[in-house]
């Protein structure tokens, strides 16, 4: 690359990083207000927030890279149209692929991003993010039951807490357990821990006291106890059972789905999710490509590109929305899935034609009159 390539190259770059990370960072912002209510009204320490937000990013990013890229593209070339920077080097001899190679180079970059985001990252995370969000919500001291309510996890239990104080302990507790119609239980305690582990969802409480009604006698039966474990296993869900979505699948369960009902069931939205992974990246050098073609293309306007620009802001949303399309009608029929290939492979070959058959060239008189 030569240095003025170099100095393009570094703007476009820049541009990119910036509008990536405003969008990556505005995404986040939205994506985290469904984990607040985790926080605030359910116990769940800030640090989990976090952590959570965290393991989104990458899918985040595989989102907007592509609308980065492109939009940085076209706030570049236009600054050095409109700075006469281009002119400069069109003067200078500089064809029209030197100048729109490093908006090319940035594209093809982009891709091998949004490979490595897509076949690994995205999937990584994601099935992280899926494991943690099913342990949260399996976890009944931290996320299920919620102080001042009367928490029904399961029928036939009932539990009362008054209020938290720290991460995952309880106080002021009321249980009924009459799971056993023919024991009914109720407990009360100071205090208790709530925790989940191999064996199941257990609530240890300490300082309390258990009532049990004989309904032959009806004798009550009272007896305190320093400390007591109320099981809540019979209400855990196992993990191992658990379907992995197609989002947080890696690309060979994808492409081969297994033997399992749920894989043959959804084979079709499987294979397709499949070839979306592959086909997706593709489009970051077709935006770019598009971009470049429609900017630097046609005559020199002194009254500015605009008319470019919304060009190419709807050619980017038509070739979106017949990805969308494509993608939707191959979950139901695969033979659409070359086509998903096909569309920004077309794009790309097509802008770059287009930047070949339309060399800038303006003629002396055209200059001067809009001189």
């Known amino acids: 690359m030569t240095s003025i390539g170099g100095y393009i190259f570094r703007q476009l770059a820049l541009a990119t990083l910036f509008v990536a990370g405003a969008l990556t960072l505005l995404i986040s912002l939205f994506g985290s207000l469904r984990l607040i209510d985790f926080i605030v009204n359910r116990g769940l320490p800030v640090s989990v927030l976090f952590e959570m937000s965290a393991l989104n990013l990458p899918k985040f990013m595989a989102v907007v890279l592509p609308i980065a890229i492109f939009a940085a593209i076209l706030a570049v070339y236009n600054k050095l149209t409109n700075d006469s920077e281009l002119v400069v080097m069109r003067a200078a001899g500089i064809g029209q692929l030197s100048l729109a190679r490093p908006g090319l180079i940035l594209g093809i970059l982009g891709v091998l991003i949004g490979y490595a985001l897509h076949l690994y990252l995205v999937p990584a995370t994601t099935h992280a993010f899926k494991l943690q969000q099913f342990n949260y919500r399996n976890s009944y001291g931290s996320v299920l039951l919620q102080e001042q309510r009367f928490n029904t996890p399961v029928d036939g239990l009932t539990i009362y807490v008054r209020e938290r104080s720290g991460e995952g302990e309880l106080r002021g507790i009321f249980a009924h357990d009459s799971r056993d119609p023919e024991r009914p239980v109720t407990y009360t305690a100071e205090r208790g821990t709530a925790s989940q582990s191999v064996e199941g969802t257990r609530v240890v409480l300490f300082n309390g006291s258990q009532q049990e009604v004989d309904r032959d006698s009806g004798r009550l039966t009272l007896f305190n106890f320093d400390q007591y ?6 209400i ?69 590109q605009t008319s470019r620009i919304l060009l190419a802001i709807a050619l980017i949303f038509a070739i979106q929305v017949a990805a969308l399309g494509l993608f939707n009608v191959s979950r139901r029929s695969l033979a659409i899935v070359p086509f998903s290939y096909a569309l920004p492979l077309g794009a790309i070959l097509l802008s770059i034609y287009w930047l070949v058959r339309n060399p800038r060239q303006r003629p002396a008189a055209a200059a001067a009159a809009d001189a």
């Open 236 to 304: 855990g869900e196992d993990i191992s059972t658990r379907w992995r979505e197609p989002e947080e699948r890696f690309l060979d369960s994808l492409l081969w789905p297994g033997d399992g009902l749920h894989d043959r069931t959804y084979a079709t939205q499987l294979i397709a999710e499949g070839h979306r992974r592959l086909a997706s990246p593709l489009h970051i050098l077709a935006f770019a490509a598009v971009a470049v073609a429609v900017l630097l293309s046609g005559d020199l306007n002194r009254r500015g």
């Open 229 to 234: 474990s109320l099981d809540l296993s019979l």
